[in-house]
């Protein structure tokens, strides 16, 4: 697959979607979150994900206006939370206050919370009046989607989920590329202060094709057909995680990080997630 920095996927419904953009899952509300979406978007990123859990959609909305950028070049992903799941337009439309934006591009399920069936469907609704260009699901495994499908909704655009060198999800990304669902990593680098970037695998790597740890494990996941969203917030990461469009790796490099899989989820099971304990709950600041 030949890739640009204005590479797009396109969705099973028609909307382009950049194959890479800048995540902010525990990025700190206000300047943090606001310089940091601002550097990016100025860096050349044309996709922003966050969401509800993470408190920081106004800060969001603040970088895209700080920015200068029209806003028909950007795609902003923001997911609804359990406490919308039985009224999504009321989480969508908050989110949208916040973000001070009439629409996002890709409205998400974060998890498959229970009620999760009907919150789908309602979400078909809300993309037919165009509140959101695309709708997905986040930490979804395949009998969720099975179920999902079985019930006659509509087969979501996008599955975003936790997909790393040691949690490659094989057989998820192949189950929902035969759907036509497009596969999105969050935490491609193996998460906060448990990242994956001293393998002697990938060090080997880098000194060939001259790129970082990062950089590598991330065209990993655009040769795969699958998007990213790397977080940082600070501006000479959030440009090196963008130079990934003047290389590409071997099959065989791709087969040997791809080998590195041990099935080491390191969010919470989402078959589990309706048990997780109430402290382990996001706290709401905005």
């Known amino acids: 697959m030949e890739l640009t920095c204005n ?3 396109t969705l099973n419904n028609g909307v382009k979607m950049p194959v890479f953009g800048l995540g ?3 990025s700190k509300a206000g300047d943090e979150t ?3 979406v601002k550097s990016a978007i ?3 990123y044309r996709m922003i994900d966050t969401a509800r859990a993470y408190s920081n959609e ?3 909305g603040d970088g895209i206006k700080a920015s200068g950028v029209n806003r028909q070049e950007l795609f ?3 997911k609804l939370w359990k406490t919308d799941y039985d009224s999504p337009r009321r989480g969508l439309v908050e989110s949208l206050k916040r973000l001070k934006l009439d629409y996002v591009d890709l409205f998400l399920l974060h998890w498959p919370f229970t009620g999760y069936e009907d919150a789908w469907l309602k979400l078909e609704e809300l993309q037919k009046e165009g509140l959101c260009r695309a709708i997905g699901v986040s930490n979804f495994k395949i009998h969720h989607l099975e179920h999902l499908l079985a019930g006659g909704a509509c087969v979501p655009q996008v599955n975003q989920t936790e997909i790393h060198p040691t949690n490659t999800e094989e057989e998820l990304t192949t189950w929902c590329r035969r759907k036509n669902i497009l596969m999105e990593a969050y935490s491609p680098l193996g998460g906060e202060g448990r990242l994956l970037l001293d393998d002697p ?3 080997g790597m880098c000194e060939y094709y001259h790129k970082t740890p990062s950089q590598i494990i991330l065209r990993w ?3 795969r057909g699958v998007a990213v969203i790397p977080k940082s917030v600070r501006e000479e990461r959030i440009i090196e995680n963008s130079k990934l469009f003047d290389f590409e790796l071997s099959q065989g490099d791709l087969a040997t990080i791809s080998d590195m899989n041990c099935n080491d989820r390191r969010n919470y099971d989402p078959d589990k997630i309706n048990e997780r304990p109430a402290w382990m709950e996001p706290k709401f600041s905005d």
């Open 7 to 9: 590479s797009n996927f």
């Open 24 to 26: 902010v899952f525990h």
């Open 34 to 36: 606001a310089d940091a």
């Open 42 to 44: 100025l860096n050349g």
């Open 58 to 60: 106004a800060s969001v």
């Open 76 to 78: 902003v992903t923001t």
């Open 201 to 203: 695998r990938l060090v």
């Open 221 to 223: 996941d655009l040769q």
